[in-house]
């Protein structure tokens, strides 16, 4: 998909703009970037571009899930978080503007889920944390505020009281922040 | 949190008790749609037992049929599967309704494609994305204020311009058979020239040209050069109802645009029913901005971030530690708090009592007769804006000094803080006019002849025009003065020097609510002014444009992001809320001088009226008979009381049907909580009684299984009804 051809043929445009949530013009930005970055890769994948490669991105660079990102969009059997041009459209999709709330949380909750397990325990919550404080030690909240906070989280989202945050209570929690649907967004 | 049923997880070791657990059918529908053979093996859960996901698919699949597809969280690839299978299932569609398909598809697409013409055509957008990449959400949220302000600011100006301007305009242009407004009484009809009849110094213009006296006197920017009261064509143009009407049209369009911008935000905050909005949960989860594309606006982020959580816990203990007070200690903080409550009181009675006499000095001064050296002149005219513009400078460091004598939470102080300053920006505009009114309904004698004082002010209304727009002109020049005599040469300072106090001084931050209320306080001297001033909103549309640059720029280079975030979503309700505050405040001056005040008797349209209202009654005398009763029922006090009575009626019923919803969402709330509890009683209720059957068999058969495995049999439904025998 994409390879080296240089147009998108008119019924792929079509497709893609009925199976996501991207403009005509956001789709033929989102491939010439794509095209881009591929350059004349024609690695043993074919089409897809490596993640040191995605990670290049002035999108992507600064953003301390970028990673998890690339991990959850792929659909490379390897797991080696490598995007073809159809994993790129599913990212830039469920990071735009127009996606539902719960396209959003449902990616956002396996992009916080590090350890892939289907639920965000207390590891999960705490790696998050430092992702958005700062990877050094002195930009870390101590073990006493981590422990008040990863409290007070569980206390405002377990519904259930099982000491872990599942895909639906994510969805409650994340229905009543106002916050969420202007700051999980991504334009090219 | 931890009692009996938790046990099952904190006392065995994690593999095992959670096997039961990886086969429910809850936790199989979160499992993720990948290839299950590539998943790995590693620590944690083994997912060799997990019933493959396919077969769950199905299941979820029966409740999603109705979604378009789009809206599926799966890969293309999975997504494009979808699309068949659905296309299939439903079968073919034949002519007739393959027609209706293919309209309603392409009817979409045009849907879309305007959508995404529209959007292109947004004013600034590039600006502002770039803005959102270098700052975040919070600091964007000014700047598409000040869009928003800018095209209210417009769609005023083609109002007043429509209806009021270009009737004038044409007929000045063209011969139409014209009615002037005129009036018997002659005393009040005195109209001394303003505008200079000899040679002017330049000096002279200038101060004309920032007052709007002189040549600008009787222009289309003020009141007193319309008035026309007929223009008869092909139909009779009553032109003081079109101006009447103008103005309560563009107070009630204000009112609506900003409610329905506000109403998004305003719903979510109904919504919410704990007080603590949520913050832990929506800084975590929603707190990265995903937009941030600079290196170096990602590093402050992660830093204010860091801040924000520090600040809120620390917010968290004190106020347990406030909870906790005892009771002399409370009576004491009460009283500090009224005694400061006071002083702040006593201090803005001073700030407002200031600003009365500056006025009435600057009014007497205009009205001498001798001419000033010419900064004098300028310094007189412009001595009410100059003191309010002081006051507002100082207030806000009296308030956040006092503040930290009251002992609030940190949170607190700065929405009170805030509080203060928009009471003392909106209040001093409103003593302004106060004092203006004074000067302007009382005369020397008891009995004013004309209703006003028609020797100082004989075109009152123009006056008033005048002073708002000293006032926006001034406001524009404080803000460009700031930014070009402070903010840059700050940066320059701290740039260049290393000086320990230069350091402490550091980099300008990106006040979002200090800008936000300047600009406020702008608008709502336009809503005040544009009655008396028609052109005020064009002039104000310029100042926000040229505002929005300046203030671009400003931030780009000499700003860097505020350590103490303000947060987008409670900012833009804020913004609103502060906005509707202004609007509120300007529609009374403008009500009590339509409705109180006697219209003057030598300029403007309202010439032949006693007060401006009373064009309204004399229009609706000369509408049909039909028409006119409608409008006279409207007006009558039984379908006031019946209309209050019925709104009365329907708030009740919104409030009763909002109460019973939250009780519902409490007992859902704890019955979700309670059935999580019995889930895991049963488990462990379950795992317990197998430990039991295996240590009996194992006995029985002298093996001994490792107990690790003993689970991996758990499935088996035989197993389980041998155990409850």
């Given at each position: 998909?994409?390879?080296?051809?240089?147009?998108?043929?008119?019924?792929?445009?079509?497709?893609y703009?009925?199976?996501?949530?991207?403009?005509?013009?956001?789709?033929?930005?989102?491939?010439?970037?794509?095209?881009?970055?591929?350059?004349?890769?024609?690695?043993?994948?074919?089409?897809?571009?490596?993640?040191?490669?995605i990670?290049?991105?002035?999108?992507l660079?600064?953003?301390?899930?970028?990673?998890r990102?690339?991990?959850?969009?792929?659909?490379?059997?390897?797991?080696?978080?490598?995007?073809?041009?159809?994993?790129?459209?599913?990212?830039?999709?469920?990071?735009?503007?127009?996606?539902?709330?719960?396209?959003?949380?449902?990616?956002?909750?396996?992009?916080?889920?590090?350890?892939?397990?289907?639920?965000?325990?207390?590891?999960?919550?705490e790696?998050?944390?430092?992702?958005?404080t700062g990877?050094?030690?002195d930009t870390?909240l101590?073990?006493?505020e981590?422990?008040?906070?990863?409290?007070?989280?569980?206390?405002?989202?377990?519904?259930?009281?099982?000491?872990?945050?599942?895909?639906?209570?994510?969805?409650?929690?994340?229905?009543?922040?106002?916050?969420?649907?202007?700051?999980?967004?991504?334009?090219? | 949190?931890?009692?009996?049923p938790?046990?099952v997880?904190?006392?065995r070791?994690?593999?095992?008790?959670?096997?039961?657990?990886?086969?429910?059918?809850?936790?199989?529908?979160?499992?993720?749609?990948?290839?299950?053979?590539?998943?790995r093996?590693?620590?944690?859960r083994?997912?060799?037992?997990?019933?493959?996901?396919?077969?769950?698919?199905?299941?979820?699949?029966?409740?999603?049929?109705?979604r378009?597809?789009?809206?599926?969280p799966?890969?293309m690839?999975?997504?494009?599967?979808?699309?068949q299978?659905?296309?299939?299932?439903?079968?073919?569609?034949?002519?007739?309704?393959?027609?209706?398909?293919?309209v309603?598809?392409?009817?979409?697409r045009?849907?879309?494609?305007?959508?995404?013409?529209?959007?292109?055509?947004?004013?600034?957008?590039?600006?502002?994305?770039l803005?959102?990449?270098?700052?975040?959400?919070?600091?964007?949220?000014y700047?598409?204020?000040?869009r928003?302000?800018?095209?209210?600011n417009?769609?005023?100006?083609?109002?007043?311009?429509?209806?009021?301007?270009?009737?004038?305009?044409?007929?000045?242009?063209?011969?139409h058979?014209?009615?002037?407004?005129?009036?018997?009484?002659?005393?009040?009809?005195?109209?001394?020239?303003?505008?200079?009849?000899?040679?002017?110094?330049?000096?002279?213009?200038?101060t004309d040209?920032?007052?709007g006296?002189?040549?600008?006197?009787?222009?289309?920017?003020?009141?007193?050069?319309?008035?026309?009261?007929?223009?008869h064509s092909?139909?009779?143009?009553?032109?003081?109802?079109?101006y009447?009407?103008?103005?309560?049209?563009?107070?009630?369009?204000?009112?609506?645009?900003?409610?329905?911008?506000?109403?998004?935000?305003?719903?979510?905050?109904?919504?919410?029913?704990?007080?603590?909005?949520?913050?832990?949960?929506?800084?975590?989860?929603?707190?990265?901005?995903?937009?941030?594309?600079?290196?170096?606006?990602?590093r402050?982020?992660?830093?204010?971030?860091?801040?924000?959580?520090?600040?809120?816990?620390?917010?968290e203990?004190?106020k347990?530690?406030?909870?906790?007070?005892?009771?002399?200690?409370?009576?004491?903080?009460?009283?500090?708090?009224?005694?400061?409550?006071?002083?702040?009181?006593a201090?803005?009675?001073?700030?407002?009592?200031?600003?009365?006499?500056?006025?009435?000095?600057?009014?007497?001064?205009?009205?001498?007769?001798?001419?000033?050296?010419?900064?004098?002149?300028?310094?007189?005219?412009?001595l009410?804006?100059?003191?309010?513009?002081l006051?507002?400078?100082?207030?806000?460091?009296?308030?956040?000094?006092?503040?930290?004598?009251?002992?609030?939470?940190?949170?607190?102080?700065?929405?009170?803080?805030?509080?203060?300053?928009?009471?003392m920006?909106?209040?001093?505009?409103?003593?302004?006019?106060?004092?203006?009114?004074?000067?302007?309904?009382?005369?020397?004698?008891?009995e004013?002849?004309c209703?006003?004082?028609?020797?100082?002010?004989?075109?009152?209304?123009?006056?008033?025009?005048?002073?708002?727009?000293?006032?926006?002109?001034?406001?524009?020049?404080?803000?460009?003065?700031?930014?070009?005599?402070v903010?840059?040469?700050?940066?320059?300072?701290?740039?260049?020097?290393?000086?320990?106090?230069?350091?402490?001084?550091?980099?300008?931050?990106?006040?979002?609510?200090?800008?936000?209320?300047?600009i406020v306080?702008?608008?709502?001297?336009?809503w005040?002014?544009?009655?008396?001033?028609?052109?005020?909103?064009?002039?104000n549309?310029?100042?926000?444009?040229?505002?929005?640059?300046?203030?671009?720029?400003?931030?780009v280079?000499?700003?860097?992001?505020?350590?103490?975030?303000?947060?987008?979503s409670?900012?833009?309700?804020?913004?609103?809320?502060?906005?509707?505050i202004?609007?509120?405040?300007?529609?009374?001056?403008?009500t009590?001088?339509?409705?109180?005040?006697?219209?003057?008797?030598?300029?403007?349209?309202?010439?032949?009226?006693?007060?401006?209202?009373?064009?309204?009654?004399?229009?609706?005398?000369?509408l049909?008979?039909?028409?006119?009763?409608?409008?006279?029922?409207?007006?009558?006090?039984a379908?006031?009381?019946?209309?209050?009575?019925?709104?009365?009626?329907?708030?009740?019923?919104v409030?009763?049907?909002a109460?019973?919803?939250?009780?519902?969402?409490?007992?859902?709330?704890?019955?979700?909580?309670?059935?999580?509890?019995d889930?895991?009683?049963?488990?462990?209720?379950l795992?317990?009684a197998?430990?039991?059957?295996?240590?009996?068999?194992?006995?029985?058969?002298?093996?001994?299984?490792?107990?690790?495995?003993?689970?991996?049999?758990?499935?088996?439904?035989?197993?389980?009804?041998?155990t409850?025998?």
């Amino acid at each position: 998909m994409g390879g080296t051809a240089s147009k998108l043929p008119k019924e792929l445009l079509s497709e893609y703009q009925e199976l996501t949530f991207l403009t005509k013009q956001e789709i033929l930005l989102a491939h010439k970037r794509f095209s881009e970055l591929q350059g004349r890769e024609n690695g043993p994948y074919g089409s897809r571009v490596s993640m040191e490669k995605i990670l290049t991105l002035p999108e992507l660079k600064s953003n301390p899930f970028r990673k998890r990102i690339c991990y959850v969009f792929s659909t490379c059997d390897l797991g080696d978080g490598s995007l073809s041009f159809e994993d790129f459209l599913d990212l830039l999709s469920a990071f735009s503007d127009s996606a539902t709330l719960e396209i959003k949380s449902h990616y956002a909750f396996r992009i916080f889920d590090f350890d892939d397990d289907g639920t965000l325990d207390a590891r999960d919550l705490e790696k998050l944390v430092n992702c958005l404080t700062g990877e050094t030690d002195d930009t870390r909240l101590t073990a006493e505020e981590m422990r008040q906070l990863l409290n007070n989280i569980l206390e405002e989202s377990d519904i259930d009281k099982d000491g872990t945050v599942n895909l639906s209570e994510f969805q409650h929690v994340i229905s009543r922040s106002p916050d969420f649907v202007s700051s999980f967004k991504i334009v090219l | 949190m931890m009692d009996e049923p938790d046990a099952v997880f904190w006392d065995r070791p994690a593999p095992v008790g959670n096997l039961l657990l990886d086969q429910l059918p809850s936790y199989q529908s979160l499992l993720y749609r990948r290839k299950s053979s590539t998943r790995r093996r590693g620590s944690g859960r083994s997912r060799q037992l997990s019933i493959r996901s396919g077969k769950w698919e199905e299941q979820t699949h029966s409740g999603e049929e109705l979604r378009p597809v789009r809206e599926l969280p799966k890969s293309m690839q999975d997504k494009r599967r979808e699309k068949q299978q659905r296309l299939q299932q439903g079968g073919t569609v034949t002519g007739w309704g393959l027609w209706r398909l293919n309209v309603h598809r392409s009817l979409k697409r045009v849907k879309e494609d305007g959508v995404d013409l529209l959007s292109a055509l947004q004013l600034w957008r590039t600006d502002i994305h770039l803005i959102e990449g270098m700052f975040g959400t919070g600091i964007l949220s000014y700047f598409s204020f000040l869009r928003f302000l800018v095209l209210l600011n417009f769609i005023m100006f083609l109002l007043m311009f429509v209806f009021v301007m270009l009737p004038v305009i044409l007929t000045s242009h063209t011969s139409h058979n014209i009615t002037y407004s005129s009036t018997n009484v002659s005393e009040c009809s005195v109209y001394p020239p303003t505008s200079h009849q000899s040679l002017v110094a330049f000096h002279e213009h200038i101060t004309d040209l920032l007052s709007g006296t002189g040549f600008l006197e009787r222009t289309y920017l003020f009141y007193g050069y319309y008035n026309l009261e007929f223009i008869h064509s092909h139909f009779t143009y009553n032109l003081p109802l079109a101006y009447l009407l103008a103005t309560i049209s563009y107070l009630l369009l204000s009112l609506v645009w900003i409610v329905k911008r506000s109403a998004s935000g305003f719903k979510r905050k109904l919504i919410q029913d704990e007080d603590r909005f949520q913050s832990f949960c929506n800084k975590i989860f929603a707190g990265w901005d995903f937009c941030i594309t600079n290196e170096n606006a990602a590093r402050l982020k992660r830093s204010s971030l860091l801040y924000e959580m520090k600040t809120d816990l620390e917010e968290e203990r004190i106020k347990r530690r406030m909870a906790n007070r005892t009771r002399s200690e409370r009576c004491r903080i009460y009283a500090l708090r009224a005694a400061l409550n006071l002083f702040v009181m006593a201090v803005l009675v001073t700030c407002f009592y200031c600003i009365y006499v500056a006025t009435v000095f600057s009014q007497r001064k205009q009205v001498e007769a001798e001419k000033s050296a010419f900064l004098q002149e300028l310094v007189v005219e412009y001595l009410p804006s100059i003191v309010i513009t002081l006051a507002n400078f100082i207030t806000p460091l009296i308030f956040s000094l006092i503040i930290t004598f009251e002992d609030y939470s940190p949170a607190f102080e700065i929405r009170f803080t805030l509080m203060r300053c928009v009471f003392m920006r909106l209040a001093s505009i409103g003593v302004l006019l106060f004092s203006l009114w004074v000067q302007i309904t009382f005369c020397e004698s008891q009995e004013c002849l004309c209703g006003y004082n028609h020797k100082t002010y004989p075109c009152w209304e123009t006056h008033v025009g005048q002073e708002m727009y000293k006032l926006v002109i001034f406001d524009f020049l404080i803000i460009v003065a700031v930014t070009v005599f402070v903010e840059f040469p700050r940066k320059i300072i701290v740039s260049h020097c290393d000086h320990g106090l230069v350091r402490w001084w550091g980099q300008q931050e990106f006040a979002v609510p200090q800008n936000v209320l300047e600009i406020v306080y702008g608008q709502t001297i336009c809503w005040i002014g544009t009655f008396y001033c028609p052109l005020l909103p064009a002039i104000n549309t310029v100042k926000y444009v040229l505002v929005f640059y300046i203030k671009k720029v400003s931030l780009v280079t000499n700003c860097r992001p505020a350590t103490r975030p303000f947060r987008a979503s409670s900012s833009h309700f804020f913004f609103l809320v502060v906005l509707l505050i202004g609007l509120a405040l300007a529609s009374v001056p403008v009500t009590v001088s339509i409705a109180e005040i006697q219209a003057s008797r030598v300029c403007g349209p309202f010439v032949s009226y006693s007060t401006s209202w009373q064009v309204v009654p004399r229009g609706i005398t000369q509408l049909p008979l039909g028409l006119r009763s409608f409008l006279l029922a409207l007006a009558s006090e039984a379908f006031a009381v019946s209309f209050f009575v019925i709104t009365c009626l329907g708030m009740f019923y919104v409030i009763a049907l909002a109460g019973a919803h939250k009780r519902v969402i409490e007992q859902l709330r704890d019955q979700l909580a309670m059935e999580g509890r019995d889930k895991r009683f049963l488990i462990q209720k379950l795992y317990q009684a197998q430990q039991a059957t295996y240590g009996r068999s194992a006995d029985a058969k002298g093996l001994r299984r490792n107990r690790a495995h003993a689970g991996l049999c758990l499935v088996e439904p035989s197993v389980v009804l041998e155990t409850q025998a």
